[in-house]
């Protein structure tokens, strides 16, 4: 089956820092998908990516759905404490029924105040 | 999006006992799906569940582990079929709503002693 690799696997940082992960795949998906996950909850959608190449921004957040259709980035400008959590990125591949997607491992990220 | 809420929120169950979680959605849906996150894990598909057919289970999940029923639109349980330690995880429910995107309920978090 499809593999997500997913980096980095956790990241320290300080508050107003700028941060980076992405995600590679052996095999191309129709969408790309990142979603955060604070402690004891479900996953919430940042952004959704639908186009090879897109580039698409929430805010603070910017996110690109790689050329190839191989790979996706994630990036976080000018970090704060709320952004504390783990971010995984999902990539879902069309095909009759199957809509099903694939989760990297995720990355867990820390602001220090 | 859809407000997706699950019950119970946690649980902790004995080995050998079965625990049913049910998931409610405020809108009609079509697709939903079922998911577990081992501790410290990303989330594994479990199966897809459309109203008025049975289940697709993906590969290393079966029916008689995890029955799931779907009478209607806005309404789904899975259950989790003669537990044991490996079994305890946080199950989620998801919606696939317009544009692909998938939204997750809270999590039902469970232990198995």
């Known amino acids: 089956g499809q593999q997500l690799n997913q980096s980095p696997q956790s990241m320290f940082i300080q508050e107003g820092e700028d941060v980076s992960m992405n995600c590679t795949s052996s095999?191309?998906?129709?969408?790309w998908l990142w979603y955060k996950q604070d402690p004891g909850e479900g996953p919430v959608l940042l952004i959704a990516?639908?186009?090879?190449?897109e580039l698409t921004s929430n805010g603070r957040l910017t996110a690109q759905f790689g050329i190839t259709r191989k790979d996706s980035f994630l990036n976080i400008s000018a970090s704060i404490p709320s952004d504390v959590g783990i971010y995984f990125c999902?990539?879902?591949?069309?095909?009759?029924?199957?809509?099903?997607?694939?989760f990297g491992k995720g990355t867990l990220l820390t602001v220090n105040p | 999006s859809a407000v997706i809420s699950q019950k119970p929120s946690r649980d902790i169950c004995q080995r050998g006992t079965s625990l049913t979680i049910q998931c409610q959605v405020d809108?009609?849906?079509?697709?939903m799906f079922w998911y577990r996150q081992q501790p410290g894990q990303s989330l594994t598909l479990i199966a897809t569940?459309?109203?008025?057919?049975?289940?697709?289970?993906e590969s290393g999940f079966v029916i008689d582990k995890f029955p799931i029923s779907r009478p209607n639109l806005t309404f789904s349980t899975l259950t989790v079929s003669n537990m044991s330690p490996e079994d305890s995880s946080i199950y989620l429910c998801?919606?696939?709503?317009?544009?692909?995107?998938?939204?997750f309920g809270p999590g039902t978090r469970l232990t198995v002693l």
């Open positions: 998801s919606v696939e709503e317009a544009g692909d995107e998938q939204f």
């Open positions: 095999s191309i998906f129709n969408t």
């Open positions: 990516l639908y186009k090879a190449g």
């Open positions: 999902a990539g879902q591949l069309w095909g009759g029924s199957n809509y099903k997607l694939t």
């Open positions: 809108s009609q849906v079509t697709m």
């Open positions: 569940a459309n109203q008025g057919s049975e289940a697709t289970y």
